[in-house]
C-alpha cells in the first residue's frame, strides 16, 4: 500500500465528489458542504476532469461513483494511486458488486458504498476520513 503523503493545512478538509449525474452531484456536493464541518467542497462530472482537478490542487478525499463517461471510478481510483497522490478515494455507486468492491479496495480504495447511501453516514464516514487525515502522527 502507498505511504500516505502529509497534507498541507489548506488541503486538510478538501473534498472532491466526481459524479456524471448532475443532480446527484449537485446533492453530494450541497451534503457535505452543510454536513462536513469546515469542509471545501469541489466537483467534477467525470474522471478525466477529476484528474486535472487533482493536478491542480491537493485533495484529502475523492468521493467517485464507479460509473461515469471518459474515466470509469475505477480508472480514476489506479490514474491516483499510480500518480501516488495523497488522497483517499471512496467509491459510491448502484452498479457495483463483490468484485467491484473487492478490486477498489485491492487498489486501495478507503471504503466501497453502494446507493442509495444514507445520507447521515456519509456525512460520517467523510467526517471521519478528514480527521484521520489531519490528526498529528504519533512518535514512534
Known amino acids: 500500500m502507498i505511504a500516505e503523503q502529509a497534507l498541507a493545512p489548506s488541503a486538510a478538509r478538501r ?61 480514476l481510483l489506479r490514474e491516483i494511486r499510480e500518480r501516488q497522490l495523497p488522497c483517499a478515494v471512496v467509491i459510491v455507486t448502484g452498479h457495483g458488486g463483490v468484485r467491484e468492491a473487492v478490486e477498489a479496495m485491492r487498489l486501495g480504495a478507503y471504503d466501497f458504498l453502494t446507493k442509495p447511501v444514507d445520507p447521515q453516514q456519509l456525512v460520517h464516514l467523510v467526517d471521519r476520513v478528514l480527521r484521520e487525515r489531519t490528526a498529528p502522527i504519533p512518535p514512534a
Do not use: C, F, I, N
Open 15 to 75: 473534498v472532491l465528489v466526481v459524479e456524471d449525474l448532475a443532480d446527484s452531484r449537485q446533492t453530494l456536493k450541497d451534503l457535505l458542504q452543510v454536513g462536513v464541518e469546515q469542509a471545501e467542497v469541489d466537483a467534477a462530472e467525470d474522471g478525466v476532469r477529476a484528474l486535472e482537478m487533482l493536478s491542480e490542487r491537493p485533495y484529502s478525499l475523492v468521493l467517485t461513483d464507479l460509473r461515469m463517461p471518459k474515466a470509469s471510478g475505477m480508472r
